[in-house]
Each structure stands twice: as structure tokens, then as C-alpha cells.
């Protein structure tokens, strides 16, 4: 489910495409999606928008959703 970056360092396969789409995210974007494997996802999903439980956003996220025609948080 990765590609080799450097010799320690990997990407979700998907995510460096020109439309990004990680491979484990699960479902339509804009209805319902979620992460196919939370409970072992890598380290750099566990730090994205690690304040959204508590409403506050980052420009990553609103990067993200931006690319697939929503509306940031």
C-alpha cells in the first residue's frame, strides 16, 4: 500500500498522483469516506488535522478538500 520515498521514508500509494486518492481511503469523497486501515494508519495521517475534533482546521485539510470541489471546514 506504499511507494518508497527514500531509503525510511514512504508514501499511501495514490497520494502523489495528480488527483490524490490514498489507496485505503474507502467510499465516495463528498458523501462518505473513511480510512480502510485507522487502526494501523502511518504516522503522517495520525498527524493531519490532529485539532479537527476540536474545530479547528488546517490549510492542508482545506488543500484536500478544495482539490475534490468542497468547501473547507
Given at each position: 500500500?506504499?511507494?518508497?520515498?527514500t531509503?525510511?521514508l514512504?508514501?499511501?500509494?495514490?497520494?502523489?498522483?495528480?488527483?490524490?486518492?490514498?489507496?485505503?481511503?474507502?467510499?465516495?469523497?463528498?458523501?462518505?469516506?473513511?480510512?480502510?486501515?485507522?487502526?494501523?494508519?502511518?504516522?503522517p495521517c495520525?498527524?493531519?488535522?490532529?485539532?479537527?475534533?476540536?474545530?479547528?482546521?488546517?490549510d492542508?485539510?482545506?488543500?484536500?478538500r478544495?482539490?475534490?470541489g468542497l468547501?473547507?471546514?
Open positions: 500500500m506504499t511507494v518508497p520515498v531509503g525510511e514512504v508514501r499511501m500509494r495514490g497520494t502523489d498522483e495528480a488527483l490524490p486518492r490514498c489507496v485505503a481511503l474507502a467510499g465516495e469523497i463528498g458523501t462518505r469516506v473513511g480510512c480502510s486501515i485507522y487502526a494501523g494508519r502511518p504516522s495520525r498527524d493531519f488535522a490532529p485539532y479537527a475534533a476540536l474545530g479547528i482546521c488546517e492542508a485539510c482545506d488543500r484536500a478544495r482539490r475534490h468547501p473547507p471546514l
